[in-house]
């Protein structure tokens, strides 16, 4: 078991003729929190995508415990260990919490052991017990996002993709959300965390990446770019880092 459980190097990735991520690399290691910021347009679930094997990389590679994993297909690199929150959460709403959770447990590994995943999810998250028997469709949009979040530990992950957890949710629910995100790092397991809030990224993250027009324009410990002002300016626009790409 390799200590990088996410590798991608030189990365070039779009639809048909337009290229949106050009030449990114950064890597996730086993227990840690990895930030991907950056505004609308950036590329961020572009590069989600790339790494699910939903779209095509045109050149780089896209390594996952030391394996080149760029021409697997997306069922494989989820039963390998790789699963994704995605926005929009995806869930099956007129199914129960139970079942949907359930859904996630439904090979190897992940299946024998679904009863205790599910046990295991529902001490993370209690309220999601109390409304085991209850259609997905009737939950706020806090307890969904914790539903999405459940079900894709179910499938036992190694590395866990949260792509904008907090979009339209309460500033009191995403707080819970990422309070128990250090409980999954100190798990082992590695987490790419794809946000456009700048603050609550760099306070759970450990090093982040800011992507700008489809490249890494800036990187380091999230101690660090928490105060830059080049990290500031990503949520006024994406040209003023073209300026500060040298910081």
């Known amino acids: 078991m390799h200590d990088v459980a996410l590798d991608i190097k030189h990365l070039s990735a ?20 990895i930030a991907l910021i950056g505004s609308n347009g950036a590329g961020k679930t572009t590069l989600v995508k790339a790494i699910n094997g939903l779209l095509p990389i045109t050149s780089g590679t896209v390594r996952f415990d030391g394996e080149d994993i760029g021409k697997h297909a997306a069922y494989v690199r989820t039963r390998i260990g790789i699963a994704t929150v995605a926005e929009g959460r ?6 129960t919490v139970e079942e949907n959770l359930l859904a996630g447990g439904t090979f190897g590994g992940a299946k024998a052991g679904r009863k ?13 017990k109390e409304r085991s028997r209850q259609l997905v469709g009737s939950l706020s949009g ?30 009191r629910i995403v707080g819970e959300i990422f309070a128990t995100l250090n409980g999954l790092r100190a798990r082992g397991i590695a987490i790419l965390l794809v946000e ?4 609550l990224s760099l306070e759970v993250a450990s090093f982040a990446y800011v992507l700008a027009r489809g490249k890494v324009v800036l990187e380091g ?4 770019l928490v105060n830059n002002a080049a990290v500031r300016s990503a949520y006024l626009g994406a040209e003023n880092f073209a300026e500060n790409s040298s910081l």
Request: charged share 20%; net charge negative.
């Open 142 to 171: 806090g307890e969904q996002q914790m539903v999405a979040i459940a079900r894709a530990l179910m499938t036992r992950p190694q590395l866990l993709i949260l792509d904008e957890p907090s979009t339209g949710l309460s500033p």
């Open 116 to 128: 205790e995943g599910l046990a295991e999810c529902f001490e993370m998250f209690p309220r999601l």
């Open 14 to 33: 779009g639809y048909g003729r337009l290229s949106v991520l050009n030449d990114v690399s950064l890597e996730v290691r086993r227990g840690s929190i």
């Open 221 to 224: 410990a999230a101690s660090e």
């Open 90 to 95: 995806r869930l099956f709403p007129e199914m």
């Open 196 to 199: 456009q809030n700048v603050g």
